[in-house]
């Protein structure tokens, strides 16, 4: 009885195990991450150099706009209602 369950199972087992593994289903699945071939070392180095053209043209444009004239306005007139003290300070 033993004997016989080997000789149908094992086979069996072995053909499951041992099956064929379809290289292009592992491949479709790797293309939805990000592919083998692309070179992260590239991207790296294009980031970093838009941050730096994006800090110096930031810089750029704040130093011109901060360095235009600006408006001055006028002193308020001194109305005598403004700063009334009719309490002296508790100090």
Request: hydrophobic fraction near 35%; aromatic fraction near 12%; charged fraction near 25%.
């Amino acid at each position: 009885m033993a004997q016989t369950l080997r000789s149908r199972l094992f086979p069996a087992i072995l053909k499951t195990r041992l099956a064929p593994v379809n290289v292009r289903s592992a491949f479709n699945k790797r293309s939805f991450a990000s592919s083998a071939e692309h070179d992260d070392a590239y991207e790296t180095e294009k980031w970093k150099k838009i941050t730096i053209a994006g800090i110096i043209t930031c810089t750029a444009l704040g130093i011109y706009d901060l360095s235009g004239e600006h408006e001055h306005f006028d002193e308020p007139p001194p109305y005598p209602y403004l700063h009334i003290r009719n309490k002296e300070f508790p100090w």
